[in-house]
């Protein structure tokens, strides 16, 4: 993977981004209820991250968007929390070490917007995902945090920035 940069979404992502989420989740089988597949905004993810202490991150290469994750306040949790929400990456591009750049690109910017930890949900399928968040210090949960409505996301972890 050449020339890979990690840039803010603009409106035209829209459609890009929504194919590449729903993509993933067709090539994992992840459950589509109870998942971010079902969120109402996946087709208007620019809009829904240009609120208040949100930014959602694209990787493009060569003109192609090939990966995606954004940062935005726990839904109905601790303002000082926020989420790492919706981190999926075209296979083409995993296990070369742009997700660790892409999470460090977010965990940034959830700094700079005064959060004081960081919350993820993910599936216990997820390895290399979860491998990802425990190398980024992240530890699990006992019990998920807000009420993200992914009810089918049973692995919680949290960061303390």
């Not at 995606?68 to 981190?87: S, V, W």
Request: charged share 25%; aromatic share 10%; glycine share 8%.
């Amino acid at each position: 993977m050449v020339n890979c940069l990690i840039r803010a979404i603009e409106k035209e992502d829209n459609q890009s981004v929504a194919s590449l989420i729903r993509s993933v989740f067709d090539e994992m089988e992840i459950p589509k209820v109870g998942t971010a597949y079902e969120d109402p905004y996946l087709d208007l993810m620019f809009e829904e991250y240009s609120k208040a202490k949100s930014s959602y991150f694209v990787v493009e290469s060569e003109g192609e968007i090939v990966g995606c994750a954004g940062i935005a306040p726990l839904e109905n949790g601790d303002p000082k929390i926020c989420e790492l929400q919706k981190m999926y990456f075209l296979p083409k591009t995993r296990g070369l070490g742009i997700g660790a750049k892409m999470m460090e690109k977010c965990l940034e910017q959830a700094k700079d917007f005064g959060f004081e930890k960081c919350y993820i949900e993910t599936m216990p399928f997820m390895h290399a995902a979860q491998k990802l968040y425990k190398k980024s210090g992240f530890e699990y949960l006992d019990a998920p945090l807000g009420s993200t409505g992914h009810c089918s996301c049973p692995i919680w972890m949290l960061k303390v920035l």
